[in-house]
């Protein structure tokens, strides 16, 4: 008896130049078949070239799905493509689906491997469908990334500066370039700050939701736009434990019978989540009784100031989700 094909999904794996694709289909009896595997350009004629194909391999009357992992930016002009064309796209987390392939047994890592594993994800598990930014929050999240950059840079011209001026013999000039770098970035960093408070004033409905967030003492607007941007305003998150792991922020704890290894967090996820909340949280723990009583009391029982730290970040992505969700003001009595 013929088994009848009920769901298809195209897995991804996309680098900076080409990305491959795997198409793979579930019978009525649960296996999964691949249907074939390519490799296409990163680019708009590539993205043609691979829905063409797509199309022409799938089943018309099923939707066809299309599963890839959020690495870096590369995978964003696919998605948006996708989107645009009406197709449904998943973006996973990479530690979702490197748990996923240690399930299966998977022991070698190759491109065409990671694209099979996509496609066989996105059948069994049926991820949420990813939604495209805002105009705003992508045009925000752009800004608070340059300055992020360019604060880097800044630290370092610092660094260098304070070096030519501590040697012995300075050489003037080298100085004299350095600090006119430093001046450089500190006018480029301000336009990109008042840039960001005039797209935020311009949208009414962002600037009243963004209130709320303000509320909690010591996250400033900055803080709140990169969260907010790098998030798309939290959609797509059910709860603050998907929060947490986007963010890098989840502890992973191993264990095997008697033995109990050093619990740390992953990392892998969001950088720029884990930098906003670094100051934010200490500034917390620095002037908040409450806050800081529970830090104190953690790192006496764990012995790290770092691991205390990190909880109260945890702590403080989740008040911000929180608050942003339920549109509510800080209370420091709930």
């Known amino acids: 008896m013929k088994k009848e094909i009920i769901k298809q999904n195209v897995g991804i794996d996309i680098a900076k130049d080409d990305?491959?694709?795997?198409?793979?289909?579930?019978?009525?009896?649960?296996?999964?078949?691949?249907k074939g595997s390519r490799t296409f350009t990163n680019n708009e004629k590539g993205f043609a070239d691979f829905l063409l194909w797509a199309e022409q391999k799938s089943k018309s009357s099923l939707v066809?799905?299309?599963t890839m992992e959020a690495t870096g930016v590369y995978y964003e002009g696919l998605a948006y493509?996708?989107?645009?064309k009406g197709h449904p796209v998943h973006v996973v987390l990479p530690n979702q689906t490197k748990k996923y392939a240690q399930s299966l047994g998977f022991h070698t890592k190759t491109d065409k491997i990671d694209a099979r594993?996509?496609?066989?994800?996105?059948l069994e598990r049926s991820p949420a469908e990813w939604k495209p930014q805002s105009k705003n929050f992508r045009i925000l999240r752009q800004l608070t990334r340059e300055r992020c950059s360019l604060i880097q840079t800044r630290s370092q011209a610092m660094n260098h500066l304070h070096a030519y001026k501590h040697q012995g013999r300075p050489r003037q000039s080298s100085i004299e370039r350095c600090s006119e770098m430093i001046e450089t970035i500190n006018c480029q960093v301000a336009a990109i700050e008042t840039?960001?408070?005039?797209?935020v004033d311009s949208d009414e409905k962002l600037k009243h939701r963004m209130d709320y967030v303000l509320s909690i003492k010591g996250v400033s607007l900055l803080t709140a736009v990169c969260i907010l941007s790098e998030t798309n305003g939290f959609a797509g998150f059910h709860n603050i434990k998907q929060l947490t792991s986007y963010a890098g922020l989840d502890i992973l704890i191993k264990e095997s019978g008697k033995w109990t290894g050093k619990s740390k967090i992953s990392k892998k996820g969001n950088k720029y989540i884990r930098k906003a909340l670094y100051f934010p949280a200490f500034s917390k723990i620095n002037h908040d009784t409450g806050t800081r009583e529970q830090y104190e009391r953690l790192k006496e029982k764990k012995g790290i100031a770092m691991v205390a730290a990190v909880a109260q970040q945890r702590k403080l992505?989740?008040?911000?989700?929180?608050?942003?969700?339920?549109?509510?003001?800080?209370?420091?009595?709930?």
């Open 64 to 66: 066809l799905h299309f």
């Open 117 to 122: 594993m996509l496609a066989q994800f996105g």
């Open 81 to 84: 493509y996708l989107n645009e």
């Open 195 to 199: 840039e960001i408070k005039e797209i």
């Open 19 to 34: 990305f491959k694709v795997c198409l793979s289909v579930m019978g009525s009896d649960l296996r999964m078949v691949v």
């Open 317 to 334: 992505l989740g008040l911000i989700y929180t608050l942003w969700k339920k549109q509510e003001m800080f209370s420091p009595a709930a």
